[in-house]
């Protein structure tokens, strides 16, 4: 069997056909070519049986394989150094895993996938006797049921360089927001369904109405009416409304987790009977202890999902939504916030975490639909309300998105991590989203580098 290393959703290996064992999804930035060094090329030799394949990662073709002690006339690495562009001795023209290939890549250049190949192939024997199934050259979305643990981030845009980039560090979803309006087709967010997975992403949608029409007569029928549309175009997963227990999002007046839930009753079941697989999930709430309790003018968060919890929620969803995007210390810091009330829940990753796990009683895992780390690094001061962020490090960001993604992949309580975000670019108007952004000025990715590790 031919090396790489494996890498898919726990529990459905019994459920696939035999395949060549694989390497972590992964398919890295195009970058500048620069040169490789020593001259024409190195020649590195396979320690283990070894896939070749039409790109940079295990969602590219299958075209060829090298056995052990085979040579493979290298030319260069790609951006992260993961795989390395050859030829085998038959000839064939692909990439490789570094891992099992010995030889220095601290020297090959970086090289895109479509820059010409000029090598020769080495002498040094027969093509290999397992061939390589046909596929098609393109990025392939996984479709096995979602288990264990799952990362991706809420992206502005799908470019090219932000989905290499989230593949670099491990995503294999998207999320987008999506406001609806009576009337609206389902066929309208199409483009983002077939977008994501066209690029070998799951898609997360998060699907909101407008605050003050929820109390309009049909207008829950409606919306789970449209949610099923969507569901039936594929969608991977649905997030049922955003932040429900705040007057923000939902009608003034009218806040209440059971009148949510019923929201969340009707999505569920037209969700379900359009695609079951579609993951529901519930809308996180606002992580807040403004309120000091919960009234039909302003929820807590952990109020709100006690509610729900007592409102039978818990039959109405996949995962439970919650957000984390306060944090100013490391994700396993459970004291020391410099804030006023040091000491509530929402300050800290693990109290987050356990409040929603024990508002449900165990019953339910956790999806992030938001988790960030704000640091205004590379644009200046913050606006006066995110303040609390001014001493973040943009090396902290990096290092503590690593550290919470090891801890909650571990944990067995998290099943979708959703970074916020990607790649958005505003800082303005009050409201930074761009000091949230993986993706920095300039163009680098210091996180998406640390979770590449």
């Known amino acids: 069997m031919y090396r790489e290393n494996l890498a898919i959703d726990g529990g459905a290996a019994a459920a696939l056909p035999p395949v060549y064992l694989e390497t972590p999804f992964n398919l890295p930035a195009p970058a500048q070519q620069g040169d490789v060094g020593g001259g024409g090329g190195s020649v590195f030799t396979a320690t283990a049986r070894l896939n070749i394949r039409s790109g940079p990662g295990t969602q590219w073709r299958l075209i060829g394989g090298l056995e052990v002690g085979q040579p493979f006339n290298v030319d260069g690495k790609d951006f992260s150094g993961t795989w390395v562009r050859g030829i085998a001795p038959d000839g064939t023209i692909g990439w490789a895993f570094a891992e099992y290939l010995t030889g220095s ?58 989905a290499n980039w989230m593949r670099v560090a491990g995503m294999s979803w998207v999320k987008k927001q999506v406001v609806w309006e009576p009337g609206n087709d389902p066929g309208g967010v ?92 519930s809308g996180a709430p606002s992580p807040t202890g403004y309120y000091g309790g919960c009234s039909p003018w302003g929820c807590d968060d952990k109020p709100f999902v006690e509610g729900m919890y007592a409102a039978g929620a818990g039959r109405y969803m996949d995962c439970i939504g919650i957000h984390y995007n306060e944090g100013t210390l490391p994700p396993n810091a459970t004291s020391g916030d410099s804030r006023g009330n040091p000491n509530h829940y929402t300050r800290y990753y693990p109290t987050m975490v356990s409040t929603y796990v024990n508002a449900f009683h165990g019953t339910k895992r956790l999806c992030f639909t938001e988790l960030g780390y704000l640091t205004p690094e590379g ?75």
């Open 105 to 162: 890549i601290g020297s090959l250049r970086v090289v895109n996938r479509d820059a010409p190949f000029s090598l020769s192939a080495p002498a040094g024997g027969s093509a290999p006797a397992e061939s390589a199934p046909a596929a098609p050259d393109v990025p392939v979305v996984n479709t096995a049921p979602v288990r264990g643990f799952n990362l991706g981030g809420h992206v502005r845009n799908l470019s090219e360089n932000t």
């Open 190 to 281: 199409s483009g983002l369904i077939n977008e994501a997975h066209g690029q070998g992403f799951r898609i997360l949608l998060s699907i909101v109405g407008k605050p003050d029409k929820v109390n309009d007569p049909g207008y829950f029928e409606a919306y789970a009416a449209y949610v099923g549309g969507v569901a039936a175009l594929g969608a991977d997963a649905i997030e049922v409304w955003n932040e429900p227990n705040i007057d923000r999002e939902w009608a003034a007046g009218s806040i209440n987790p059971a009148h949510y839930t019923e929201l969340l009753r009707q999505a569920y079941n037209a969700i379900k009977g359009a695609r079951p697989e579609t993951i529901v999930i």
């Open 379 to 453: 644009f200046g001061q913050l606006p006066d309300g995110f303040l609390w962020a001014a001493d973040t490090s943009l090396a902290e960001q990096a290092a503590w998105i690593d550290q919470v993604v090891s801890i909650a992949a571990n944990s067995g309580r998290v099943l979708l991590m959703i970074i916020w975000n990607v790649d958005f670019e505003n800082y303005g108007g009050g409201d930074p989203q761009a000091g949230f952004a993986l993706i920095r000025p300039g163009g680098d990715c210091p996180a998406c580098r640390a979770l590449s590790q």
